[in-house]
Each structure stands twice: as structure tokens, then as C-alpha cells.
């Protein structure tokens, strides 16, 4: 079954700092991999994905995230964080013919001044 | 890209009772989805309603407790039936579109 894990809980970051949110995900064939924020009291906004080609993927918002098959990673990244960032980072996996995404636990963003 | 509008945006409701949640999509979608999002929890999948067809619920999830219709390509509803304080939680429907686009959701407070 497919499952997606996010080792940490919270990450504290400075504003202007730079931002690696990890994600490691168990699937048996290729993964169409996301990745979403939510900020508090709002829905979900996709901010980048990944289904094949180019491994580090470009997204909204000044994120990108790299596809590692090696490691069955899919971390998220910005160089340089904005303190309007600080919100909830939901990493998902889809399943073959996107009948389901499967989500990861998130990790809330704080940043600091 | 799908613009997914979701009613009512919140709710509080008597525990006992049962609240609809409507989930219109500007295109017609094949597969619409429901998820659930309990406080400070992840999104977990309640069932995949394809047009025409009985919902597909996910295990932990019963059609008597989370009754579905999907009467056209473009509308879907999701009963929360006899709540109580448990059921208390976002609910957001998505379409299977590539991107996986997402309501805003319905939070739903039962007291």
C-alpha cells in the first residue's frame, strides 16, 4: 500500500532563510508525488507536482522539489523564506489512475523575524 | 485548471443531527473525491464518487454514516449523518484531474 511519511512535525525557520521540508513516500511503481500548503482556516493549494521527466520540479510561490528515486524522496525547498510562508506542508502520493491521494502527516512551517 | 465551490463554507451543528455538504466543479469531472481532515490531523480519504454508480467508501467508512450522491458530472453531495462531537472536522471534496484540485472545504463543528 502506498504511504507517504513526513519525519518532522514542526520546522522553525528564519525569515530569509532557506527551507527543506522532507517527504519520503512508499510506492511500488512510479509516483505521481505533491505537494500543498495550507494556511489556518483555509483549504488546500497545490504548489507543485511531479509525474515524470526533469527530477526537480519547479512550483508556486518560489518552491521547488526534487524527485530521488534512490531514496524515495520528494523534499520541498525555497531558498529563501517569506514570513507569509508559515503555514501547514502536506506532501501526497497519488495512486495508479489517480483513484486516491494518499497524504502524509504535514509539517507545520513557523518563521521567525 | 478546475474550480472546485464547496457549500456551506462552515457549520456548527446539533449532535444528532445531519449536515450536507455540496461540491459543485465548473467542468465535467469523471471521479470527484471526499476527504476528511480531523483537528490538527492529515486528509483521509472518505470515498470516491463516480457519476452513476453507488461511492466507493474507504475502509472505516460506512455509506450509512457519510451517504453520497453524484447525480451529474459536475455535483456531488457528502451527508454527515447523526453527528456527534467526533464528526467535528474539515471536509474537502477534490477531482481527479491531474493537478488534484481542492474545495476550500466545510468545517464543521458538532456540539
Known amino acids: 500500500a502506498q504511504s507517504v511519511t513526513q519525519p518532522d512535525i514542526h520546522i522553525t525557520v528564519s525569515e530569509g532563510a532557506s527551507l527543506e521540508l522532507r517527504c519520503n513516500y512508499s510506492y511500488g511503481a512510479t509516483p505521481y508525488l505533491f505537494w500543498y500548503v495550507q494556511s489556518p482556516g483555509q483549504g488546500l493549494q497545490l504548489l507543485l507536482k511531479y509525474f515524470s521527466g526533469d527530477t526537480l520540479v519547479q512550483g508556486i510561490k518560489g518552491f521547488e522539489a526534487e524527485f530521488k528515486r534512490s531514496q524515495s524522496s520528494f523534499n520541498l525547498r525555497k531558498p529563501s523564506v517569506h514570513w507569509s510562508d508559515a503555514a501547514e506542508y502536506f506532501c501526497?502520493?497519488?495512486?495508479?489512475?489517480?483513484?486516491?491521494?494518499?497524504f502524509g502527516t504535514g509539517t507545520r512551517l513557523l518563521v521567525s523575524p | 485548471s478546475a474550480v472546485i465551490s464547496q457549500k456551506p463554507s462552515r457549520d456548527i451543528c446539533q449532535r444528532g443531527t445531519s449536515l450536507t455538504i455540496q461540491c459543485q466543479v465548473d467542468?465535467?469531472?469523471?471521479?470527484m473525491f471526499w476527504y476528511r481532515q480531523q483537528p490538527g490531523q492529515s486528509l483521509t480519504l472518505i470515498a470516491t464518487?463516480?457519476?452513476?454508480?453507488?461511492?466507493?467508501?474507504e475502509s472505516g467508512f460506512v455509506i450509512d454514516k457519510f451517504p453520497i450522491s453524484r447525480p451529474n458530472l459536475t455535483f456531488s453531495t457528502l451527508t454527515v449523518s447523526n453527528m456527534s462531537p467526533e464528526d467535528s472536522s474539515i471536509y474537502l471534496c477534490s477531482v481527479e484531474a491531474t493537478e488534484a484540485f481542492f474545495g476550500q472545504g466545510t468545517r464543521l463543528t458538532v456540539v
Open positions: 464518487a463516480n457519476q452513476g454508480s453507488e461511492a466507493t467508501y
Open positions: 501526497a502520493v497519488a495512486t495508479l489512475g489517480f483513484q486516491k491521494l494518499v
Open positions: 467542468s465535467q469531472v469523471t471521479m
